[in-house]
């Protein structure tokens, strides 16, 4: 064949698909065009700054769920759904089908074999010892203690001082300090003192932040490109690297510490007033693989790790959206203040499991701001999905909490407005609304371990902080999400803090 015959092959065939995409075009299906070579991925480029509204628009207009088509050999195609059925279906019914899969492990690797990042018997078996932990009336008096201790000793004197002093402060950085404090002295038994007024750079709290942000990153390359970028030690990859390096050196310090304190019998007497996660880890280690097992263990590294991963970013992007959707919604902060006495600066979780509203407010909060915006699985076997749409074998399934919190078709006509009040019912208590559609501690087998546990903590804060302070936006101060693993706001929440007589 002459060179010309083999160009005029490749013409004729890049004018068919040309004219297959201007066709899609013509149909007013923009968000679909499907193109040659890079797929659908340049509509998802041109809107990545705001991929959750992307997304929700695509999901509305397709009935709830959509094919996307990644760059051709970039094993980057998926599934997306927000529709309830499918989500049951993937997340309860046919369970055994959607694992997280190999590709979600490779590109969460700080995550080590934790329960966050494991399937099949390991996940098993972790998530069985955690939830007895968890259901330790211990474990929930350890978590009332710290939050009470940090809101005393913490969050109170660097919002009476910027309050004083008429600053401006960034509460999403101090809700994040305050819950990573907190998270630590659950789950490793120690106070990093990250949240004082000099807002001091922790090394190893730093590279937490580093680690989310370079996971993200390998979600949004090919996967050959960050692989690449990881084997030269470069950009993105080589920050990961150093991060991961400063991390472990900080837990397996805490782990070998505290393993020692355990053989020694020093945590008897801090365990009279409580115990963390990372002690009763150790010693059921010990009793089963013997003393010397536990100290140098990949295993309590990997748990711990998961643990402080799960605790921290998920209750403090919940609690930040929730202060500024109430700073926006006069009427709910003074039915959430009409709820409570205010004499007492802090409250018990016990005083604030009774709060109504409250409760309500934090679930619509989460509702349209789910701290997990987004689920991944993938498909074990070929799958109908009960909308009709067909996954083949190892493809990859995505669910957006964000878009099922938007839906009309779940929530009716409002399902943009913020009211607690959808939550409350005739009868003045909590509407149970199920975890398919209301799917921000996901649902199934999976479901959140830490749900009660993180109500209450949010709940402890935002009493603490509404009832003795006001928080005001700052003008003209841009809020949106960023475009992250947990959804945070991209520029903060920058707020003034009035402490109320
Ligand atoms: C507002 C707060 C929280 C939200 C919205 C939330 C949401 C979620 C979601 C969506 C998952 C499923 C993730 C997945 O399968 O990829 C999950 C899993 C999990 N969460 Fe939470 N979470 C919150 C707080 C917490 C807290 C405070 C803890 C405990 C310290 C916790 C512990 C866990 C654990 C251990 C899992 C893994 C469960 C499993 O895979 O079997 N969570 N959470």
């Known amino acids: 064949m002459e060179i010309f015959d083999i160009l005029a092959v490749v013409g004729v065939l890049i004018c068919f698909l040309l004219l297959r995409c201007w066709d899609q075009i013509r149909k007013l299906d923009a968000d679909k065009v499907n193109w040659p070579i890079v797929g659908m991925l340049p509509r998802l480029l041109v809107n990545s700054s705001n991929v959750y ?21 970039a094993n980057m195609d998926f599934v997306i759904t ?3 059925r499918n989500v049951h279906h993937i997340l309860s019914d046919n369970f055994a089908n959607y694992p997280k899969g190999p590709v979600y492990k490779k590109i969460f690797e700080p995550l080590g074999d934790g329960i966050l990042n494991s399937d099949s018997e390991s996940w098993r078996a972790q998530r069985k010892m955690i939830q007895l932990f968890m259901k330790n009336n211990k474990y929930k008096e350890l978590v009332e203690k710290n939050i009470l201790q940090k809101l005393v000793q913490g969050l109170f004197p660097i919002l009476d001082h910027v309050s004083r002093k008429e600053e401006i402060v960034d509460m999403q950085d101090v809700i994040q ?18 949240l004082t007024i000099e807002f001091p750079e922790v090394a190893h709290a730093k590279a937490f932040d580093i680690m989310e942000e370079a996971v993200f990153y390998r979600h949004i390359v090919p996967e050959f490109y960050w692989k690449f970028q990881k084997w030269l030690q470069i950009g993105e990859e080589k920050k990961l690297s150093r991060a991961l390096q400063t991390f ?13 304190q355990v053989l020694n019998n020093i945590v008897e007497e801090k365990e009279a007033a409580g115990f963390d996660l990372l002690t009763a880890y150790i010693k059921v280690q010990m009793k089963e693989h013997g003393n010397s097992a536990a100290s140098s ?17 998920t209750p403090s992007a919940g609690l930040v959206w929730f202060f500024w959707l109430v700073a926006e919604h006069p009427l709910v902060e003074s039915k959430i203040l009409e709820e409570k006495d205010g004499k007492l600066r802090v409250f018990s979780a016990e005083e604030v499991n009774g709060l109504v509203y409250l409760h309500a407010a934090m679930c619509e909060t989460l ?14 076997e070929e799958d109908t999905l009960p909308s009709g749409h067909r996954v083949r074998r190892k493809m990859q399934v995505l669910i957006s909490f964000y878009s ?10 409002d399902c943009l407005e913020f009211k607690p009040e959808r939550w409350i019912s005739d009868k003045g208590g909590i509407i149970h609304v199920p975890p398919y559609k209301f799917a921000a501690f996901n649902d199934g ?3 959140c371990l830490g749900k009660d546990v993180s109500f209450i903590q949010m709940k402890m804060v935002a009493c603490a902080v509404l009832w003795n302070y006001h928080v005001q936006v700052v003008e003209d101060h841009q809020v949106f999400p960023s475009v992250a693993v947990v959804l945070h706001m991209k520029n903060g929440l920058r707020v003034r803090i009035t402490k109320r007589c």
């Not at 009935?63 to 088509?69: A, Q, R, V």
């Not at 907190?182 to 990250?194: A, E, I, Q, R, T």
């Open 53 to 73: 509204e992307y997304t929700t628009r695509t999901l509305r207009n397709n009935g709830g769920t959509s094919k996307f088509k990644g760059p051709w050999f």
């Open 82 to 84: 927000s529709d309830p």
């Open 177 to 194: 300090r305050f819950m990573y404090d907190s998270n630590c002295m659950s789950v490793l038994g120690f106070d990093p003192n990250c």
């Open 248 to 260: 472990d050196q900080f837990m397996y310090k805490c782990i070998s510490t505290r393993c020692e």
């Open 297 to 313: 263990n990949k295993f309590l590294r990997d748990t711990a790790t998961n643990l402080l991963v799960a605790g921290r970013d």
């Open 367 to 380: 509702r349209l701001y789910p701290s997990v915006h987004t689920n991944h699985k993938a498909a074990v």
């Open 404 to 413: 099922m919190g938007r839906m009309e078709a779940i929530w009716g006509k």
């Open 445 to 447: 087998p999976r479901t």
